[in-house]
């Protein structure tokens, strides 16, 4: 009896579990696949970077600078969709108050045109499942702007060993609002089980665009005040249609999650025509394209890619066939050793950088202290043209397998082009000291379980990267 229940649970679990991982993914009900031709004075590369000389902290800060040129110039809409943007007050000189200044540009903008459209569409770890209060949401929301906290529960789950247990027994409560254990992001707060429970799911909307009027900004780059020092990558395209489709797959996720009446005018095709390749890229398409734009690389072609996390096994399966091909690979890559602030013991990339320089990678380690190395971008530099992929997805399954909201976009140019210059330009700098070192292939500690166990993580979805 007791064995025959059991067998039960397990095949109603299995059954649950399947449902909701391959369940229909909201973002591409109506969204379809486009490429579009732009000039190339409508496109521009952009970081935020963090570097030291010594004990001195040196930054740039080109995206939060555009972010807020961007937001103060807006016309016509103001559209954002952003990871994290919560009010947390910065004690030391470790962090900038970027929400806070974001939040004054748009409480400002919305002064100066209050027949401007605002929506800003954001992750609902920011209000922790809707058991924390969060400022800043609050406050634009009170100034006329339209705030949708993302229904995650729409999305295909990524943890497949829980996934089915949660279903079963949990998904049908509230998260409750008041709680006695501690916030994992505010120390000072608390939060309720039934949100911590919601939140090993770990599904989130993860996108970083803001789009202005007719142009678009696609980044790795949240607003919050912890990772105001984080190193990231952008683009910033000004054309009507990229900008039009970005909105479109804005709105989709505002309709799912709860805003329906929602309406936003698109500005009429552009026509433009141009000599750089943009094909905006959405959940699973980006690791699609990514894979096929590596398989199609040469004996003499240049690979780099920089990246937070670097954990996706068909990806690093095609990087080690590239490199047997001939293809020249360079790796660049967050120690993890720090998220937030708080300590880690350095998975994925710990154990996967070894796995690729073994392969013949050369790998090189960002050296930033508490912060971390945020950027998303993988370049393919053949003899005639350049692909960059650029964006808010880490090289893991949680981000390229559908599970997350992500959003990237491919540019393919001529080398010659400002645009390939100017990300040229960014690597070369990034691929010296002092911003990265270079990792000799030490064997980690207890290296064969550890990255079995990576990969274990990031095939059942356990992982929270």
Sequence with gaps: MILASLAGFIAVDVIVTIYHRYKK??????????????????????????????????SEQKIFEEILLMITSAQRRIIYDVFLMTELVPTTDSFQPTTTLVT??????????????????????N?????????????IAQHGYTVVV??????????????????????WFSTGKKGLLPHPLKPSRSTTLRALMKALNVRANHRKVLVVDNSVLITSSNIDNKSSFYDDTGVKILDANVAGFYTASELEVARFSGGKDIEVPLAPPSGAQGEIEIAP????????EIINDLAATEAGDNVTIAMLFFSHRRIIAEVKKAIARGVKVVVILDRNIFSFGTKKVGFPNRFNAYELFKAGASVRWYQSRREEFHSKVVVIQKMQFHIVHVGSANLTRRSLMGTNLESNVRIAAAPSIDFCQSVDRYLKRISEEPYTREYLGGKPRLYALRHAFGVFAERTGIATY
């Design 281 to 288: 890229l959405l959940g699973h398409r980006i690791g699609e």
């Design 150 to 171: 993302t229904d995650t529960d729409q999305l295909p789950d990524n943890n497949m060993l829980y996934t089915g247990f949660w279903h079963i027994f949990f998904s």
């Design 25 to 58: 993914h909201p973002d591409q009900m109506r969204i379809q696949q486009r490429k579009y031709r732009i000039p190339e004075d409508k496109i521009k590369f952009l970081w935020n970077l963090t570097w030291y000389e010594g004990s001195a902290r040196f």
């Design 104 to 125: 004054e540009a748009l409480i400002e903008v919305k002064r100066r045109n209050p027949d401007l459209l605002g929506v800003i569409i954001t992750d609902p770890v």
């Design 127 to 139: 209000t922790f499942y809707h058991t924390d209060h969060c400022r800043p949401l609050y406050t």
